[in-house]
């Protein structure tokens, strides 16, 4: 599986692709299911609702929003390899974030949903075939290929395990 070329994505997501690592994308995306619950398992419930600073989310409300995203993105590449072509609108993190119930839920039920979701990911992504990994949707107004909200999904996961570290753990 290569890498996602300019113009399978919106530039804004070209941090999210340069994070992942080289290798097999399916291998990366289960190793990453694996470090992610593991990480979390050290994090003791009465400090999942942490915030580094006033008016941020909270270690389960970015678990939370990871899990909308994964979740979105999820749909938007099943729909774009079955050659839905209708539009898909975007979605507004804070919003789904303000809307939640993540404060009220445990991390490790937030964990969970994670690890599951990403089993469904890579089952659904081991199913395609190649022709199936290059097709292309839209979704907020860009274009979008399947490998590329594939490749996004990793990405997304280390950008916010990587924030986690340096503002919620490192900084306590």
Not at 121 to 141: F, P, V
């Amino acid at each position: 599986m290569t890498r996602p070329q300019k113009g399978e994505y919106a530039t804004y997501y070209q941090n999210y692709i340069d994070l992942v690592p080289k290798g097999d994308l399916i291998q990366i995306l289960d190793k990453q299911n694996d470090l992610f619950c593991a990480y979390f398992a050290n994090v003791p419930e009465d400090k999942a609702d942490y915030r580094y600073e006033k008016g941020k989310w909270s270690i389960k409300e970015v678990v939370g929003h990871i899990n909308d995203t994964e979740m979105v993105f999820l749909y938007r590449l099943m729909r774009f390899s079955r050659k839905d072509i209708t539009a898909l609108p975007g979605f507004d993190q804070d919003n789904y974030i303000k809307t939640s119930n993540y404060s009220e839920q445990t991390l490790t039920t937030l964990v969970e949903q994670f690890y599951l979701q990403r089993k469904l990911a890579i089952h659904l992504l081991t199913s395609l075939s190649k022709a199936m990994w290059k097709r292309k949707g839209e979704a907020n107004g860009e274009t979008m290929s399947v490998r590329a909200a594939a490749y996004i999904m990793a990405g997304h996961v280390i950008h916010h395990m990587q924030i986690i570290q340096k503002r919620y753990i490192a900084a306590k």
